[in-house]
């Protein structure tokens, strides 16, 4: 390794905001041709030392030598001209537009003061083909896939002449097929002499594809490690600061009476096409039913009429014995249900108002926060307190916006408001989507002991590993259905992608106990 | 709580700021054009504050200004760009002014708050008619209400020439016991326009703030106004909020209406335009910040400069087209500060030490916190359903 050149070399870079140091004294160097995973909890300082790469952010004090020579990137524009590009996590597209007008824009060709579609778009087709990536340069963004979606925005960064790309979690919105694509083009790109810096959290992916790794902890760099000879869990001491467990400690489950029942359960979606079709489900009160699949296959529906907040055109859904499909929100929340929305910030949080008033958010109508519609202010401040401290939500202050927390302490914000109020059905679904180890292990925990306490609780994640670790029965849903209901420890994650991949228990069996297609992990 | 009170300090920052860039640079035009700024500013408060008169006089404008401004920071902070406050305040005026006339037998005690709840009513209604829509069939409220203008100036003009009297172009004078005008306030401004209207004005603005913040309704609003998706995830219902909060909005300017109908000018005439008095209260609500302290300081200053702009003319030669300039300068200030904020939020947020590594946060953030304090998402979202 050691005789490769170096195309990114950062030195001693400190970046501070007022007292704050984000990143203190970090280095960093990646070499050509090389994966060079950058891993650190949420809040540790990779996105600040990347802006700082990308010319978003000028640095306090540090270095910076691309391809040997020092250079002064000051602005996005002269990150570009270095061949250094980002692919944003978010994803930077106009829906309207096709895959090559997005591509273009902003760098567009003119012929004679027009846009040279033409020879554009077959630059696209090559670049594309080159690198296996795929993409059809005259769809149209809104109708293509996350994954193509991405693999548009790889395209972006490589059509501007980068070198060095940096992929800012780029999994969290894959499926783990269109993980493994992603992975085959990382090492297409690096074998053509790109080079990768891949921003991550998650420990597997970095022992899948990177060379190298480097560890940041509250700004600090802690090393660079050869991941080829480190474990998952020694990767994951280093970025926490301690030891972490990675399997959730938990007792076999003792489930008792059904308390979620569903039948033949239709629901359509915003296009008004049936995206449940017939849907049955039982969870019991002692059990997490994990629910597995790849977005889209109506999991999102199956959720919001559960809440009452989508119609539900057939079919029963039985809360402890009451029909509680087309209800209003309200009346379900009350008779005994807690959510824990897919997405916290669109769903789950009024992001602009305090902690307390988010914490009283479904019960604020209740007393003691009020009394004959007069909120009491002190009722709702000693709860959230109470909360606060139990649920170990980190805030200055709980009159603080619930936005100026981080998406941990968010979550707990919510999993405490829903958990408190003792429901005994629970929805949590994706609770750990973009959240830290630590976060993560607090929040399984959480999940298991609602589940220990006699409470019913429906996990629904497109992370087969969080599926696998908290679920007693795995319901794998496809196209609408429930496609095979199987246990965790009688199953694996080959066998669980092919039944997400729609197909019957059988096949999948067979597929997996052949003796090519066996225990992968 | 030493976070919010540095919030508190940076909101205080831009109107603030903004009110003091629009002196300055009128400043600036009045030297351009050969005048002593110092004089002219001497002039413009002589005009407003420099005897009990003019104090009279400018808390008088002030009254139904904070009135329209309540009204349309109720509807904001739902998430809703009531730009037909001018409509409704003009209905407001007219139907109070027409029930005074045509009751003139009942009571005082009876015939005034009647006649300004008319004027309640009239806006109330006016405004619902956009909620209504909007909860229930997703209407845009800013075409609606825009479109309600007219018909509330040509339909009013109508019911003045047609129906209130006959085919004149201004009513009687309300009778006496409909007047807000009340001796001791005429007395101690010497003779001022000065009525009653300012002390509902302050009450109904301490009433909204307690209204917005201490009850469960003024929690749903805000809910509601700064993430819907999150308020019926809730439990909130969303049509009940929206219809609760266009009523208000309408009540509140109609009352403004009314002020003028039963306070300053005591009848009705046939109008060429809706009331000012609606824009300027947006205007007024934006400087304020949406808050009812906030927008009782912002009506006060524009009630100075709309009353001392009149004596700066005869004081000094400098055009009282300057005061509009002003007020447009402060208002544009408001406004660029907000564009700067946003992106400085935004900038500070995607590159701050803590908040770090939460894209997803900041992404949906910002525009959150848009929604919450501003009206510009929220008239855009209408424009695209």
């Known amino acids: 390794m050691s005789q490769r050149e170096t195309v990114i070399e950062m030195r001693g870079i400190t970046k501070q905001f007022g007292d704050f140091k984000a990143n203190d004294n970090i280095n960093l160097s990646v070499q050509k041709g090389e994966i060079h995973a950058l891993l650190g909890e949420n809040g540790a300082g990779k996105s600040t030392l990347m802006n700082v790469l990308s010319g978003i952010l000028e640095p306090t004090s540090g270095e910076i030598y691309v391809n040997g020579k020092k250079a002064e990137i000051d602005s996005p524009n002269k990150a570009n001209q270095l061949g250094i590009g980002m692919v944003h996590q978010h994803f930077m597209l106009v829906d309207d537009f096709t895959v090559t007008e997005n591509i273009i824009l902003g760098s567009e060709k003119t012929k004679a003061g027009v846009i040279d579609a033409k020879a554009a778009r077959k630059e696209i087709q090559e670049l594309s083909d080159r690198y296996g990536l795929m993409v059809d340069p005259s769809a149209r963004v809104e109708d293509i896939s996350v994954g193509m979606q991405q693999r548009a925005e790889i395209l972006k960064v490589l059509y501007r002449g980068a070198d060095i790309l940096i992929f800012d979690e780029p999994t969290a919105v894959l499926t783990p097929q269109e993980i493994d694509e992603l992975i085959n083009i990382m090492h297409s790109l690096t074998k053509e002499g790109k080079s990768i810096i891949l921003i991550t959290h998650k420990l597997d992916e970095i022992k899948r594809v990177a060379d190298r790794c480097t560890v940041i902890r509250r700004g600090k760099s802690i090393g660079t490690v050869n991941v080829e000879a480190t474990s998952q869990q020694e990767l994951a001491n280093m970025m926490v600061g301690r030891a972490v467990t990675f399997k959730v400690d938990k007792k076999p489950a003792t489930p008792k009476e059904t308390i979620l029942s569903i039948q033949d359960l239709v629901v359509k979606d915003n296009r008004k096409l049936d995206a449940v079709k017939g849907l049955n489900l039982e969870v019991k009160a002692g059990e997490v039913v994990g629910i597995a699949g790849i977005d889209g296959n109506g999991q999102s529906e199956l959720i919001e009429a559960i809440s009452g907040l989508r119609p539900v055109e057939s079919g029963k859904i039985i809360l402890e014995g009451k029909e509680i499909q087309n209800k209003k929100p309200r009346e379900i929340t009350e008779s005994g249900f807690g959510h824990i929305p897919e997405d916290r910030h669109r769903v789950g949080l009024v992001l602009p108002m305090s902690v307390k008033e988010n914490i009283v958010l479904q019960t604020y109508y209740q007393e003691p926060f009020s009394k004959n519609g007069i909120l009491n202010d002190k009722a709702i401040e000693e709860y959230s307190a109470k909360l606060v401290e139990e649920f170990d939500v980190r805030t200055q202050s709980i009159a603080n916006p619930v936005a100026s927390l981080s998406g941990g302490n968010q979550q707990k914000a919510i999993i405490a408001r829903e958990v408190d109020r003792d429901p005994s059905f629970l929805i949590a679904a994706q609770p750990t989507r973009g959240l830290d180890v630590g976060a993560i292990e607090y929040i399984h925990s959480r999940l298991v002991e609602q589940r220990d306490k006699g409470r019913a609780v429906l996990l629904v994640s497109f992370e087969l590993d969080e599926i696998m670790n908290v679920s007693d029965r795995i319901a794998v849903m496809y196209e609408g259905k429930i496609v095979g209901i199987v246990r965790p420890e009688e199953t694996n994650e080959e066998e669980l992608g092919l039944l997400m991949a729609g197909s019957s228990l059988e096949k999948a069996r067979a597929a997996t106990q052949s003796p090519d297609g066996k225990e992968k992990r | ?385």
């Open chain 2, 1 to 385: 709580m030493d976070n919010n009170k540095r919030k508190t300090l940076n909101n205080l920052t831009v109107p603030l700021l903004s009110v003091l860039l629009g002196f300055l640079i009128a400043g600036f035009l009045m030297l351009a054009f050969g005048q002593n700024p110092l004089d002219g500013y001497r002039a413009l408060f002589n005009g407003s504050f420099g005897s009990p008169f003019y104090i009279g006089e400018t808390l008088r404008q002030t009254a139904p200004l904070i009135m329209t401004a309540l009204g349309f920071a109720v509807a904001n902070i739902a998430g809703f760009f009531n730009i037909g406050i001018a409509g409704q305040a003009l209905l407001g005026w007219i139907c109070s002014v027409w029930f005074a006339l045509s009751f003139p037998d009942l009571p005082g005690f009876l015939l005034l708050p009647l006649s300004m709840l008319a004027g309640v009513a009239a806006g109330a209604l006016w405004a619902g008619i956009a909620g209504f829509l909007r909860a229930y069939f997703g209407t845009s409220e800013v075409i609606v209400t825009i479109m309600l203008n007219y018909v509330a100036l040509d339909g009013g003009n109508y019911l003045i020439r047609n129906v209130i009297t006959d085919s004149r172009d201004a009513s009687e004078r309300i009778p006496e016991a409909a007047n807000l005008r009340m001796e001791w306030l005429t007395e101690l401004t010497q003779n001022s326009t000065l009525h009653s209207g300012i002390f509902i004005a302050l009450i109904m603005a301490v009433i909204m703030w307690v209204l917005l913040r201490k009850t469960t309704l003024g929690f749903e609003i805000r809910s509601v106004g700064m993430n819907p998706n999150a308020a019926k995830y809730a439990g909130m219902s969303a049509e009940r909020t929206i219809i609760i909060s266009m009523l208000l909005s309408g009540a509140l300017a109609g009352m403004g209406g009314a002020m003028e109908g039963l306070g300053n000018f005591r009848n009705i005439f046939v109008q060429g335009a809706v009331p000012s008095l609606g824009f300027d209260g947006l205007a007024v609500a934006l400087l304020g910040l949406s808050n009812p302290f906030g927008i009782v300081l912002a009506s006060l200053l524009f009630g100075a400069l709309k009353i001392g702009g009149t004596s700066m003319p005869l004081a000094t030669g400098i055009p009282i087209e300057i005061v509009d300039i002003i007020i447009a300068l402060i208002i544009f200030f408001v406004g660029a500060n907000y564009v700067i904020r946003f992106f400085i939020d935004r900038r500070s947020r995607q590159t701050a030490g803590p908040a770090e590594g939460h894209a997803a946060d900041q992404a949906s953030g910002t525009t959150e916190t848009l929604t919450g304090t501003g009206e510009k998402s929220s008239s855009e979202d209408e424009v695209n359903h």
